[in-house]
Structures are given as structure tokens and as C-alpha cells.
Nanobody, 116 residues
Framework: QVQLVESGGGLVQSGGSLRLSCAAP????????MNWYRQAAGLQREWVAR???????NYADSVKGRFTISRDYANNTVFLKMNSLAPEDTAVYYC??????????WGTGILVTVSS
């Protein structure tokens, strides 16, 4: 099973910014949505943001106005720019790409830690 490759995580102070990237290592089929999820310690994985083929975007209320999802369609890459980070944003972030013909693909996750 192909796994997506995430990068850009790390430790940042409260109020800071990070930019996550996620790329498919090869062709995975026609993609119709790209998503970011996150899972904080002891909690269930939650959806964070989505971008679809017509470039429409959606965000969880908890990140709306602070996070921006974008993509490089030609290179099957999705980004998550995170501003005004807070300790409650600390989590492992996962990218997901849903295809029309081959189902969904996930990354292995990348840790974002926000210190207070």
C-alpha cells in the first residue's frame, strides 16, 4: 500500500507558525479530495481541513481563520499552513488523499508540538 510522505512538523512556541507538506510518492490515481486530520494524545483522530478538485476548502471550527489548506495539483502535494498555533493544536497530523478509483491513502503522521 502506498503511503503518503509528510514533512514540516516540529516544536514551535505558542503563537508561532508551521507549514506541513504531504506528497504522494507516485501516481495513486485521480484524486478528488485532500485532507488533513490530527490526533492528540488520548483522543480520537479528528478531521482538520479539506480541499477538493474545484479548489473549495473546508475547515474544522477549531482551526478556521488560523489554518490554510492548499495544494500543488501537478505534483500531488497538499500543504497546511498553521498560524497562531496554540498548545491545544499539539497532535500528530495525518494527511489523506481520496481517489476516484483506488480508495484512500494515508501518511504515517507527523508530530506538531506547541509549547506554552
Amino acid at each position: 500500500q502506498v503511503q503518503l510522505v509528510e514533512s514540516g512538523g516540529g516544536l514551535v512556541q505558542s503563537g508561532g507558525s508551521l507549514r506541513l507538506s504531504c506528497a504522494a510518492p507516485g501516481s495513486i490515481g485521480p484524486i478528488y479530495s485532500m485532507n488533513w486530520y490530527r490526533q492528540a494524545a488520548g483522543l480520537q483522530r479528528e478531521w482538520v481541513a479539506r480541499i477538493v478538485n474545484n479548489e473549495a476548502t473546508n475547515y474544522a471550527d477549531s482551526v478556521k481563520g488560523r489554518f490554510t489548506i492548499s495544494r500543488d495539483y501537478a505534483n500531488n502535494t497538499v500543504f497546511l499552513k498553521m498560524n497562531s498555533l496554540a498548545p491545544e493544536d499539539t497532535a500528530v497530523y495525518y494527511c489523506n488523499m481520496e481517489t476516484l478509483t483506488n480508495g484512500g491513502f494515508w501518511g504515517t503522521g507527523i508530530l506538531v508540538t506547541v509549547s506554552s
